[in-house]
């Protein structure tokens, strides 16, 4: 057998070119990954690099595009009619509202009805009203329940509750435990989500506007709208977030309407 001749003393070993070679593959590899990488961490929860909590957050992609127009446009209608039995049945409650936003339809909890103050508890009124609830959240079987839990900007500091993010998520918590321990509705379709005093609908320096941030929502997603958050609040621009809610809040009539009945409802006495 020819035995291989020993590199002399000064030859170039013409190989080493591949150990240059395979290290740029390397880099090039591992480049791409952690592109790929962050892009799904993009996608996937859009809030999960923001920095600043008063910037308001992108969108993320929703499920809204791979669904079909016959598809769309039976949610949509499917959505009015829960809207139509909603109206129906919390008309004649005064301290429930129910709102169409981006996400679908919210039904609002005010403080008065919700919890006792300063704890989880459902008061007795607010399983009456979850009791009604239950056959609307039958009717949307194919929907995910979102409840979330609000707060003012009153801080606590007690044992159950060290501050106004644990309040607001027990609170939200204890409706789907209702749901799930009273009417056995599946454990899968709800998520529990509080804001503590993050996500105000008014200003926090009134009482008025205090009561108004004080609730817990319940919103039932459109198919496709799982990713769409509540937007977040710019200091200052809380005044316009509550004409924005109540412009399709439950009886609310058309902005025309509402614009040439705004000076009789201000010479109106509170109710």
């Not at 769309?72 to 109206?87: G, N, P, S, Y």
């Not at 979850?130 to 003012?152: F, M």
């Not at 205090?210 to 929502?217: I, L």
């Amino acid at each position: 057998m020819r035995k291989k001749r020993p590199i002399q003393h000064g030859e170039e070993n013409l190989d080493r070119w591949l150990l240059t070679y395979s290290d740029l593959i390397t880099l090039l590899l591992a480049t791409f990954v952690m592109m790929y990488a962050f892009s799904k961490i993009k996608e996937g929860n859009p809030d999960s690099l923001a920095i600043n909590d008063e910037t308001v957050p992108q969108v993320a992609p929703s499920e809204t595009t791979f669904l079909s127009e016959a598809q769309k446009e039976a949610e949509e209608r499917k959505f009015r009619k829960l809207r139509m039995k909603l109206d129906k049945k919390m008309r004649f409650t005064p301290y429930v509202k129910v709102v169409n936003d981006q996400r679908g339809l919210v039904i609002r909890l005010r403080d008065k009805v919700a919890c006792e103050s300063g704890c989880a508890n459902l008061k007795p009124k607010a399983r009456q009203i979850l009791d009604a609830l239950v056959p609307i959240i039958g009717d949307a079987s194919g929907n995910t329940v979102r409840v979330e839990g609000h707060t003012d900007n009153v801080p606590i500091h007690t044992v159950a509750y060290p501050s106004n993010w644990h309040l607001s998520t027990s609170r939200a918590i204890s409706v789907i435990f209702y749901f799930i321990n009273k009417h056995h509705l599946s454990a899968e379709r709800f998520l529990a989500q509080g804001y503590g005093d993050r996500r105000s609908l008014s200003s926090n320096a009134s009482e008025e506007g205090r009561a108004a941030n004080r609730r817990v929502d319940i919103v039932i997603v459109k198919r496709g709208a799982e990713f769409v958050q509540m937007n977040r609040r710019r200091p200052g621009t809380e005044a316009s977030a509550v004409k924005e809610e109540h412009g399709q809040e439950h009886g609310a009539e058309p902005a025309e309407k509402a614009e040439k009945a705004e000076p009789a409802q201000k010479a109106a006495p509170p109710a």
